[in-house]
T-cell receptor
Framework: ETGVTQSPTHLIKTRGQQVTLRCSSQ?????VSWYQQALGQGPQFIFQ???????GRGNFPPRFSGLQFPNYSSELNVNALELDDSALYLC?????????????FGQGTRLTVV | GNSVTQMEGPVTLSEEAFLTINCTYT??????LFWYVQYPGEGLQLLLK?????DKGSNKGFEATYRKETTSFHLEKGSVQVSDSAVYFC????????????FGTGTSLTVIP
């Protein structure tokens, strides 16, 4: 059983650019979520996808968008990058959305916006 | 709404010392509670969880009890090791919030030999 994998591990972008981060969910998991973790903070929920549809979103603007593919891989897209978007972006997958279901996290993508 | 408040760190302990990291929560309904650990340069790993009041989660010598009356889920370990040095996050997941976790700000633990 493979875990959650994310790519790339590190990325440097210029303010105003666009970025795409990728995630491969754990086998058999149909729900994927994305979190932003600023330095020294806890992860903040961006959104989640279930069966290729977004079905939950945190307090993030529309320039944060995503996709989930039939093989349960996922992308996070951020347009018009701002300096405050610099953070560790975590992908998490779960076997379902029940309140007891744990999330399995990838190692994250460290995004630096300059 | 849902939120988690965690004791601030950093915490520095000597090896074999007793560890407590406090966590309290506010939630609508009856959430599940989790402790995740993040080692340097890595993502989060589940340490333990509890899904209803008075449940005790335990793993690798760590324990936490879901206390509804005090809305708390404090993490404890009787004897810490150097390898326990990491950042610990308390989190909750509500009954109707899908897969959304609400995390505390994290507590950094350093164990010195």
């Amino acid at each position: 059983e493979t875990g959650v994998t994310q790519s790339p591990t590190h990325l440097i972008k210029t303010r105003g650019q666009q970025v795409t981060l990728r995630c491969s969910s754990q086998s058999g998991h149909n729900t994927v979520s994305w979190y932003q973790q600023a330095l020294g903070q806890g992860p903040q929920f961006i959104f989640q996808y279930y069966r290729e549809e977004e079905n939950g979103r945190g307090n993030f603007p529309p320039r944060f968008s995503g996709l989930q593919f039939p093989n349960y891989s996922s992308e996070l897209n951020v347009n018009a990058l701002e300096l405050d978007d610099s953070a560790l972006y975590l992908c998490a997958s779960s076997v379902d959305q029940g309140k007891a279901a744990e999330a399995f996290f990838g190692q994250g993508t460290r995004l630096t916006v300059v | 709404g849902n939120s988690v408040t965690q004791m601030e760190g950093p915490v520095t302990l000597s090896e074999e010392a007793f560890l407590t990291i406090n966590c309290t929560y506010t939630a609508t309904g009856y959430p599940s509670l989790f402790w995740y650990v993040q080692y340097p340069g890595e993502g989060l790993q589940l340490l333990l969880k509890a899904t209803k009041a008075d449940d005790k989660g335990s793993n690798k010598g760590f324990e936490a009890t879901y206390r509804k009356e005090t809305t708390s889920f404090h993490l404890e370990k009787g004897s810490v090791q150097v390898s326990d040095s990491a950042v610990y996050f308390c989190a909750l997941k509500g009954a109707n919030t899908g897969n959304q976790f609400y995390f505390g700000t994290g507590t950094s633990l350093t164990v010195i030999p």
